[in-house]
């Protein structure tokens, strides 16, 4: 009997999702297996929305943003019912394998359907880059040049009527996005989660870059920073006597043709995923990058990681800005 593989995209959407979509559908048609869509995540399981993929339903897809597949974050998955039903569905389908796209919260929720005697294969798409078993997460470089290239647009005007700037980036409880664009911008300062806010050195270097002929101040925030950008800006200006103004870049970092970074670690991760399944040896597994290699790693483990921030880059960032 043939292999009957699912596929679904959940959480947040990520550069580089379609890429994935792409490559597991076609792995798996080249494998001998029947390929399903799942539409909007979790939701579209426990609804049923399921509908059967060929080479060519995913053909001119990989380099679109977004996910031809939808999304959701589904309230009715989080129940035990919700579960039971979405497991249903599949064993009704005869659908005993699924490939899962999404953040840590769509491999928590794959994790829980394992429990119900489905394989499920794990592929990391966010663009936090906040999960802990892999160097990186799908949709994280196209988000990291996203937001570069508005943070060069907003540092043109910000020299021009010598401002200081807060750009907020996306991570909710994460700081790679702030980081990377930030070290790589050359902001002056850089708010992260995972450090407290030293408000007088973050005025301290507006007031030093200034003395020493900057035109500009640019500080990246990570939405997830419990500091309040109006807050901040009033107390810049206070403290500083410099006008402070704030650039919130919000979902515009989510969207867009993803990076050849992205579409490489989407394709590989999803082909390795596939590969798995067709293998079947290893079941209920999370596939992510280690050390630059596409590994697979047991999901139950992959979860329990905790993510940790690269400490020398936030210090490198740091002197390079002086
Ligand atoms: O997890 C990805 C992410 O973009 C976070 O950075 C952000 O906090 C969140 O999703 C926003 O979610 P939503 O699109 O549901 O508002």
Redesign the pocket.
């Known amino acids: 009997m043939k292999k009957k593989i699912g596929i679904l995209t959940s ?2 959407d990520a550069p580089g999702m379609n890429a994935a979509i792409r490559a597991a559908v076609r792995t798996g048609i080249f494998m001998g297996a029947e390929v399903y869509g799942i539409k909007s995540g979790y939701e579209g399981l426990i609804d049923g929305n399921i509908e059967p993929m060929t080479a060519s339903s995913v053909s001119d897809i990989l380099h679109r943003g977004g996910t031809i597949l939808r999304t959701a ?1 589904s309230e009715r998955f989080m129940t035990s019912e919700g579960r039971q039903k979405a497991a249903e569905v599949l064993r009704e389908r005869g659908i005993e394998d699924l490939v899962i796209i999404g ?1 840590d919260g769509s491999l928590n929720g794959g994790m829980k359907l394992s429990e119900l005697g489905i394989n499920v294969m794990g592929i990391p798409g ?3 880059n906040d999960m802990a078993y892999t160097e990186r997460t799908i949709g994280f470089d196209t988000a990291v040049n996203t937001a570069l290239s508005a943070i060069s647009n907003v540092r043109d005007t910000s020299s021009s009527h010598e401002r200081t700037t807060i750009i907020e980036v ?3 409880n994460c700081g790679d996005i702030a980081v990377w664009a930030g070290t790589t911008s050359g902001a002056e300062s850089i708010l992260i989660p995972e450090v407290p806010v030293d408000i007088e050195n973050v005025c301290r270097k507006v007031t030093q870059g200034r003395k020493r002929g900057k035109l500009h101040n640019i500080i990246v925030k990570a ?1 997830g920073v419990r500091l309040d950008s109006g807050v901040l800006a009033k107390h810049i200006m206070e403290r500083t006597g410099m006008e402070t103004k704030i650039v919130v870049l919000g ?1 515009v970092q ?1 969207g867009g043709s993803p990076t050849a970074v992205d579409r490489m670690l989407a394709s590989s991760t999803a082909f390795k995923a596939v590969e798995l399944i067709a293998d079947g040896s290893e079941r209920n597994q999370a596939v992510g990058m280690v050390k630059g290699e596409i590994v697979s790693i047991p999901l139950e483990k992959a979860l329990k990681a905790k993510k940790t921030m690269d400490m020398r880059c936030v210090k490198m960032a740091e002197i390079l800005s002086i």
């Open positions: 959480g947040g974050r953040g966010t663009i936090d996306m991570g909710r939405e979902h989510r």
